[in-house]
């Protein structure tokens, strides 16, 4: 991770922006929507002003979400036990396919410092 943040207007004024790398959490073959913990890029910027005595703060960030094609996947389907004379359902993969994401997010506070801080 990387970012900086600099005062264009001291005590008024605060830019700022950040970049991130993730490596993946979890093997290409046990990819799944449940857990889309793949490999990323972010970037990120905000800002906050002063307006009289409260501060708001904006910010938004993007994640590129690299896309997985899975053919040799080990996720596999819930298996319901044999009930009765009803047969046990069969196990299946469920977990290939093209897994393609991005994430946005943006927000937006507003905060009132006490005691005198971000004066």
Do not use: C
């Amino acid at each position: 991770r990387l970012g900086g943040e600099y005062d264009l207007a001291p005590k008024r004024l605060t830019v700022r922006a950040g970049y991130l790398h993730e490596t993946t959490a979890i093997k290409k073959e046990y990819a799944s929507v449940d857990f889309a913990n793949w490999a990323r890029h972010g970037v990120s910027v905000g800002a906050s002003a002063k307006a009289g005595p409260v501060w708001v703060d904006v910010a938004y960030a993007h994640h590129f979400v690299a896309t997985q094609n899975v053919t040799d996947s080990k996720v596999m389907s819930q298996v319901s036990p044999k009930l009765g004379d009803l047969p046990a359902s069969d196990s299946s993969v469920v977990g290939n396919g093209k897994y393609d994401s991005h994430v946005n997010i943006v927000s937006l506070s507003v905060r009132v410092p006490f005691g005198g801080e971000g004066e």
